[in-house]
């Protein structure tokens, strides 16, 4: 065939995606495919959904329910491949287009869920539903699509629907707003040093601050950057307490910098369209609101949970903090631990208690070897397999693995994206570009994980920090939640879950991490090749819970004022800073920790809505995660194949085809008691 010449090329979003995997074409794709992509693919969706509302024909299952489930097929293709992009290799034209696309979405998603006729006949269908002889997936989709739409507003009147709908358009924007504020303040800073600034640092941290420095324009010098992986390496090893304060400063003062990217206004108006939204549906608060849908039901049940691990963590860091004063003062320190020297100091206790140091173990944590790791625990848990594969993606730094099953049989396409690079956002991620599905045929996931290690110099290994590994095998575990994902409707997919559920295949795989038949095969020395000594991992395990006063003070105190700012009745003209000051006053936050995420940088919470109210998920999914470990420790066998396969079945498997709590009894018999989430992280006897 040929083409006219006044024939434009086709949009590639738009073409049906032939390639190796049905993966994108991203070699094809220009940023200025998106605008008018989203724009034909909005216009498509839109028509289905009207031609569903506009059915002649009584409600049904089939014409409703399931015509829902296979429309916007369009858009979710470009929506995956644009976010995608956005999150991992973003820059100017797509953050453009981001700030032009998210009120669109928002518009489009308003219109789709407060579609009076179409809830007319999801509403007449739940009426029905004990007599229209569904099967239990079929109930529960139903279930779920007839939830989101009454706590979307479909039931309310016009005049509340529109009100709705101005404020989601607008919390999009905003949202969006916050997450490139974040990333333009990360981006504007690196701490550019010489040689003689480099007092403390291993080699390690070194090479990573070389090869940031010369991504910067400065070959030859070394650059600390506000990458986490950058920044925290720096404040455990620099013994420069000047420089660390610069380094800490610079990394809580994220998005409260004054100016453009200030983003404290952003979130007062947040916090208050959230609550006018709230009270729109019924609801005295946002939390309130957030969480009658969650396995918690309710603010007061996450706080119970808090509240108890708060008072523990509060102890054990108190006297964390005290050994670390003395630390100071026996090394002739003439001053009162700041919280840039927390870590630090913690780095020399830790290797002094236990004669370990980070640079001596990371040699042993190369990241392609803890790639093999968690793939060789999903082999021994679920009997799959991992085979790399050479397909075009979108970065260079981007790997792609095929995964099969034990029969051989194709479960789906892994995607890894390690390193930190400046086009990209802070903090790790797992996501997709195609979720798994039986209705339109075998459909399999597409499934992403999206780190920040630091890249290595050319021709040297990447090395991770044990807690970079664990964030690898958590990421990965949300990607096994995608891949063996094993339902039939799409919106029961994978991490479709209740998002203080969704933390626990992540969290639980954290523990295989450990499992010593894992680290001693993969755990090696990236010039020797030796295992790690037994001896050495020893030592590295029984740190398990050192600093983990610490570490649960950071979070939780972020879980309660995230709870807190979200059950404001009204945020009136809401002060960020004030507020958040006052409530850890309130708490008693020991002055020496700061919140892991404070406000004007807490994308959870604001770069989009994901955690809003919602970031006690973590350790509500941790109390899951704990005891459900335990259920393999109780056998013996941390690969035990009757526990693996019932985890199979009804966690890493089964999307959203139950309640939550259901799902976790149907794995583990009953549901979790708060001990093992305790003993795990020494707080069982810090009262
Ligand atoms: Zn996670």
Redesign the pocket.
Same mark, same amino acid.
């Given at each position: 065939m040929t083409q006219t010449p006044q024939a434009k090329p086709e949009n590639p979003l738009l073409t049906a995606w032939t390639g190796a995997f049905g993966l994108p074409p991203f070699a094809a794709l220009d940023p200025g495919h998106f605008g008018p992509a989203f724009e034909q693919a909005l216009a498509a969706h839109r028509a289905e959904i009207d031609a569903i509302a506009a059915n002649p024909a009584a409600p049904s299952f089939d014409n409703t329910i399931v015509a829902l489930e296979t429309s916007g097929r369009a858009l979710d293709r470009v929506a995956s491949v644009f976010f995608v992009l956005a999150g991992a290799d973003t820059g100017d034209a797509i953050e453009a287009i981001e700030r032009d696309v998210s009120p669109l979405l928002a518009r489009h998603n308003n219109a789709l869920y407060l579609d009076r006729a179409l809830y007319a006949r999801i509403a007449d269908l739940y009426a029905r539903r004990d007599s229209l002889g569904l099967s239990a997936e079929q109930a529960r989709v139903l279930d779920r699509t007839h939830t989101h739409f009454v706590r979307a507003g479909a039931a309310l009147d016009k005049p509340k629907q529109d009100r709705l709908a101005a404020i989601n358009e607008r919390l999009a924007s905003l949202g969006t707003s916050f997450g490139q504020n974040v990333l333009a303040d990360e981006k504007a800073y690196a701490l550019i040093l010489n040689e003689a600034d480099l007092a403390g640092l291993p080699d390690f941290a070194r090479d990573a601050a070389r090869a940031a420095a010369e991504e910067r324009g400065h070959p030859g010098q070394f650059a600390i950057t506000l990458a986490r992986s950058s920044c925290e390496g720096f404040l455990q090893f620099s013994a420069r307490r000047d420089l660390r304060e610069k380094v800490f400063q610079a990394w809580i003062k994220r998005g409260e910098n004054g100016g453009a990217t200030d983003n404290r206004a952003l979130i007062a108006e947040m916090v208050r369209l959230r609550g006018e939204r709230a009270r729109l549906l019924g609801f005295t608060s946002y939390a309130g609101y957030r969480l009658d849908d969650q396995m918690a039901r309710t603010p007061a049940a996450a706080r119970g949970l808090l509240d108890e691990v708060w008072r523990r963590a509060r102890v054990k860091a108190g006297a964390e903090r005290d050994a670390l004063q003395q630390l100071v003062t026996d090394e002739g320190g003439n001053f009162a631990l700041a919280p840039w020297d927390w870590r630090y100091y913690a780095e020399k206790l830790r290797k002094a208690k236990y004669d370990l140091d980070e640079a001596e173990i990371k040699p042993y944590f190369q990241l392609d070897r803890m790639i093999e790791a968690a793939f060789e625990t999903a082999r021994r848990l679920f009997g799959l397999s991992f085979k790399p594969v050479d397909v075009p993606l979108y970065h260079p730094d981007a790997r792609a693995w095929e995964v099969t099953d034990a029969t051989g049989r194709h479960v789906g396409l892994f995607i890894g994206d390690y390193f930190a690079r400046t086009s990209k956002h802070s903090g790790a991620?797992?996501t997709s570009l195609r979720d798994q599905e039986k209705l339109s045929g075998d459909v399999r996931p597409i499934i992403l994980n999206v780190c920040n290690f630091s890249k290595p110099a050319a021709g040297e290994p990447a090395l991770l920090s044990f807690d970079d590994a664990r964030t690898l095998f %958590? &990421?990965f575990g %949300?990607g096994l939640h995608g891949l063996l994902s094993n339902v039939t409707y799409p919106s029961l997919a994978g991490t479709a879950v209740s998002s203080d559920f969704? &933390?626990l295949p992540?969290?639980l795989y954290e523990h295989w991490l450990e499992v010593p038949e894992i680290l001693q095969q993969y755990a090696r020395h990236a010039v020797t090749g030796e295992p790690m000594p037994k001896a050495l991992l020893d030592r590295l395990l029984a740190t398990r819970t050192f600093n983990q006063g610490f570490a649960t003070v950071e979070y939780t105190a972020c879980a309660l004022v995230d709870l807190d700012i979200h059950s404001l009745p009204d945020a009136g003209t809401l002060d960020v800073t004030a507020f958040e000051r006052e409530r850890l006053t309130d708490m008693n936050m020991p002055a020496e920790i700061v919140m892991r995420h404070r406000l004007p940088h807490f994308q959870h919470l604001f770069s989009g809505g994901g955690y809003a109210a919602g970031y006690y998920s973590?350790m509500w999914s941790e109390v899951l995660d704990a005891d459900a470990f335990q259920a393999f420790a109780e056998t013996g066998n941390a690969f035990d194949p009757a526990t693996a396969q019932r985890l199979r079945d009804y966690i890493y498997s089964a999307g959203n085809l139950r309640d939550p709590a259901e799902a976790y009894k149907a794995f583990r018999g009953k549901l979790p008691s708060v001990d093992a989430l305790l003993k795990k992280r020494g707080l069982a006897d810090a009262a």
């Open positions: 991620w797992m %958590h &990421e %949300h969704v &933390e992540s969290q973590y």
